[in-house]
Every structure is written in C-alpha cells, then in structure tokens.
C-alpha cells in the first residue's frame, strides 16, 4: 500500500557513506520518526519505542528489512543529515497546499531552544522558520550556524521560498537593505517592523509622521481596531502614510509607512501605550495592512506557543550534529499537520489520538504531498 510521505524523501541525499552500515534504508527511518514525533514522541528514544510498538503497521508501508531501527540509529542519521535539504523536501510538499488555498502571507521569525546549547548569537540552538498564517503550515526553516545570526539566516530561508505574489512580514532582525530587495527581486512584497538597529531609517520614518501630525494627518489614512485575550483588552490604531518623502536611500520599493499605537488594559488598568514603526513596498490601505502586522504575530501562538506547550521543545536537550534541527524541523511538520485535521481538542490531545489511532494518524499524513 504506498504512502504519500515515503515519495517525500526520495531524493534526499543519504548522509551514511558506510554501505555496510546501511542496515535500514533512510526512508524508514524518516517516515518511522515523522509519524512518532506526531504521535507524542519527544526524542530518540520514545522514537524507536514507538516505531517498534507500531511494527506491524508501518510494514504496511515500509520495507523494514531489518526491522525498526534502534534509538541510536535514529539519533546517528539525524545528527548527519542536512537540516537544509531535510526541511526543504517538507517545504515542497507544504507549499503545495497553500498553492491550493490560496497563500498570501508568511510570516518569518526565529525562536530558540534554551536547553539545546550552541554557539549562536543566542547560546542555544535558533531556528528560523517561513509560516504560511492563513493556511497554518511550515513552509520552510533555516537554523542559525555556529558563530552566526539571525540576520544573516533569513536570507538563506528566503531564497529557497517560492514568494511569487506573497506577502512577506518580518520583525526588527529582518530590516535590513538586503532582504527587503531580495524580497522583492523573488517576486514578494513585504512589511518589515522597523527599529532602532537601522537608526537612520527609523528616525526617518519617525520624521514622516511628525510633518503629517503638524499637517493634522491630511491625506494619511487610519483604521482601529480592539481585541481581547490572555486577560487583557488592546486597542491598536494604524495610521499610514502613502509614498513618503525623507527615506534614506537603498531601501528598495517602499510605497508606504505605518505607524501602529497600541493601549492595553488589564484588571482595569491602562498601561503606558506603545508605537512601532513599519515600512512596506504594498501601497495598501490601513486596515489592510493591520490584517497583515496582526496576524505576523500567529507564528508565535499557533507555532512557537505550542511548540513549548505541546512539544516541551525548551526542554529538548538534542545537540549532536544536525539532530536538534531537524527534530526541530519534524515537531513543526507536526503542528502543521495537527492543527489542519478536523478534530476536537488541544494539540497535545491530537498527538495522544494519532499515537492510539493508526487511521487518524494515517488522516494526519495525508497533509503532506510529494
């Protein structure tokens, strides 16, 4: 019976050089940790334990010549194969299905786990991911290298997304020349927070907004909105300026700025407001570009709070090689996949049912094309 996940892999270079080694072809040994790291496993271990449990059912799929690897099999391959090209072939397949729901906005932001150490810029291990916020999906993931940074990390992610008529949105770390023209040259548009790591342009921004407040904001257009959650209430007023003058140069294509205040309110107090400062190459309306600086922050609920709530990835101790990365890489194939099914309940409770339920788990599959 063939398995949509298995075709996935089939030009992934083998990272084992050993022939004689080779005691388990690496299909198996991806699709077999695919479907654990969905069912509830945390590691190496909990991966082999189910993938022995659950021997009969993915011989219905898998050649398992030598039956299911042991723990350290998995931990071994994992620690060698290229994270890039790993996450790459689930990209395709995500990528798919956005195609067909009509993808419009990915968000990027980097999130680290604290207990994986490494030489970054944070001390432990950070990965950048592409998230598709409407349709909910990793499109695609980088992790910082050794010595390295986030800043210089989003341009290796960017490049292998396909950004032909999609919104790009990117906090402070994203602000830089290079990648808001790399943006554009791959076909996107973009919306970049903008702070005081690009002071010149920062201050700028500021400048246009202070010649439209002295002109009581004639011409500029507004839109407010509120929302409640976590205990507090917050309201946010977007105000935008068209084709603003006083840009330094070398930022390429902004057709406007944004100014976003928000006023929050908890147990009945009002904290101090805050404004952040946005450049984009849209020439869009407020509220339409709101929608977008709103729901950039769905990649840290519908991703990275789960990943920390349901997946305990902070507590992840992976650090060999490339394993903690593409472990990383299989909890956000996960949540992606987990949040699509039409299922009562939390993600945790979603993982317990693909790991009791072979036919809901085989339903969760399904997400992923070749």
């Not at 291990?125 to 695609?140: C, K, M, P, Q, Y």
């Not at 020349?177 to 076909?187: F, L």
């Not at 509220?287 to 997946?311: K, M, Q, S, T």
Request: glycine share 12%; aromatic share 6%.
């Amino acid at each position: 019976m063939p398995l949509a996940l298995t075709t996935v892999f089939a030009d992934l270079p083998d990272p084992r050089i050993e022939t004689a080694n080779k005691l388990h072809p690496l299909t198996d040994i991806l699709v077999i940790a695919t479907c654990a790291v969905i069912a509830g496993a945390d590691g190496w271990e909990e991966i082999a334990e189910y993938g022995q449990s659950k021997e009969d059912f993915f011989r219905r799929f898998l050649e398992l010549p030598n039956g299911v690897p042991s723990h350290d099999t998995f931990e071994r391959v994992f620690a060698k194969l290229d994270p890039d090209a790993f996450a790459d072939r689930f990209g395709r397949g995500m990528r798919a299905l956005c195609e067909s729901t009509g993808l419009v906005h990915i968000a990027v932001d980097g999130k680290s786990a604290r207990r994986s150490a490494q030489g970054t810029f944070t001390g432990c291990l950070h990965l950048v991911s592409a998230w598709a916020t409407e349709s909910r999906l990793i499109l695609g993931q980088r992790s910082v290298p050794e010595g390295g940074h986030e800043i210089t990390t989003v341009p290796d992610l960017l490049a292998a997304l396909n950004l032909n008529g999609a919104v790009v949105t990117l906090d402070a770390a994203g602000c830089q020349k290079a990648t808001v023209e790399q943006i554009r040259q791959q076909g996107g548009d973009y919306v970049v927070c903008v702070k005081g790591n690009q002071k010149g342009l920062h201050d700028a921004v500021a400048d246009v907004f202070d010649r439209a407040g002295g002109a009581e904001l004639a011409g500029c257009d507004m839109a407010g909105e509120a929302g409640v959650g976590h205990g507090r209430e917050e309201e946010r007023y977007v105000t935008v300026v068209q084709d603003p003058e006083g840009l330094p140069g070398g930022w390429t294509d902004v057709g406007a700025v944004a100014l976003v205040c928000r006023e929050r309110r908890a147990k009945g107090q009002k904290s101090e407001g805050t404004g952040h400062y946005y450049i984009t190459s849209l020439r869009a309306r407020a509220a339409v570009l709101a929608g977008y600086i709103r729901n950039h922050w769905g990649i840290e609920n519908g991703l990275h709070w789960v990943l920390d709530v349901a997946f305990r990835e902070d507590d992840s101790r992976a650090r060999t090689g490339h394993a903690a990365a593409n472990l990383g890489m299989l909890r956000r194939v996960a949540v992606s996949l987990l949040t699509r099914t039409k299922v009562k309940g939390s993600i945790k409770t979603r993982r317990m049912k693909a790991g009791w339920d072979d036919n809901y788990l085989l339903q969760v599959i399904q997400g992923i094309t070749a």
